[in-house]
């Protein structure tokens, strides 16, 4: 199955919340209040939120009267242009290596899956990976993780539960030096007592991190639940204060109607989607593709 094939149907049902609506706009006719109307109210209930739908709103009426547009037809192309455009304004992270991904995200996300499938991903690209289960806070973290790694075919470097976090990334750092490795993925925790535990934890980490491979490309991706719609944008903002979030992990996209809460995430908060899981096997991680998204929220074959 090639990547538009699967992306498009990991994207079925958000398709089928969408692309139906869009479409019977799109054979209107003639442009009018009502159908201006009619698009917003489809975007507004598709999870891409009040902000980005202005944004989106504002651009199309732009495009339109700059090319004298007067038929929806035209009008569905336009809207296409825009929602790629609009996904593409946040650059993905480029790679170099050694590379440290560092993937944060609240319990229940799907992180200790992504982490697995995304160590599968650089494997088979050839690339020596390396697990630091950082996440010693949650019962049987290591363990999962364990397993994932397994299946992945890559290291793992952890300590017993309740050890100091920044310990296993200093170990898994010492490990990666040793032994030239190219790709650290370090799984942190969803949650601690509070925001400042949470904060202090992760910038510790980032330090060892920097200390022990100063020469690594070090990135920080948070990993958000497709299925939570809107609810994503405040956990992002959350960790935002934290650290720097470079990119964002989208899990379960094959289990939600709520898909457009990508070009939310795009809109608001100007940070990269730049992988998607489209399923439950080890290889169900997607590269994000703006074009590819846009093609299968609005029905294309």
Known sequence: MGLFSKIKDGLKRTKEAIAYKLNKLFTGGVLTDEFYDELEETLLTS???????????????????????RDTATVRDLLKNILVELLEENEKPEYDYP???????????????????LAKKFKK????????????????????????????????????????????????????????G??????????????????????????????????ATVYNYIVLDATTGQNAISQVDLF??????????????????????VL??????NVPVVYVGVG?????????DAEDFVAGIMGDE
Not at 61 to 67: M, Q, R, V
Not at 240 to 261: M, R, S
């Open 47 to 69: 999870d891409i939120g009040a902000e980005t739908t202005d944004q989106i709103m504002d651009r199309l009426k732009d495009e339109i009267d700059k090319n004298h547009v």
């Open 240 to 261: 935002n204060e934290a650290i720097d979030i470079d990119g964002i992990v989208l899990t379960k996209l094959d289990g939600t109607a709520k898909g457009g809460v």
């Open 280 to 288: 439950e096997g080890i290889d169900d991680l997607e590269d994000f």
């Open 125 to 180: 690209m050839g690339k020596s990976v390396t697990i630091a289960a950082a996440d010693t806070f949650r019962a049987a973290a290591a363990d999962q993780l364990t397993v994932w790694a397994e299946r992945a075919g890559v290291r793992i470097i952890k300590h017993a539960e309740g050890a100091d976090p920044a310990a296993v990334v200093y170990d898994a750092a010492q490990s990666v030096r040793s032994k030239k």
């Open 182 to 215: 190219d790709v650290l993925l370090v799984d942190t925790a969803g949650r601690l007592h509070n925001k400042k535990n949470l904060m202090e934890e992760l910038k510790k980490i980032s330090r060892v991190v920097d200390r022990e491979l100063p020469d």
């Open 264 to 269: 939310a995430i795009a809109g608001e908060l």
């Open 99 to 117: 590379l440290v991904i560092m993937l944060s995200g609240v319990n229940g996300v799907g992180k200790t899956t992504a982490i697995g499938k």
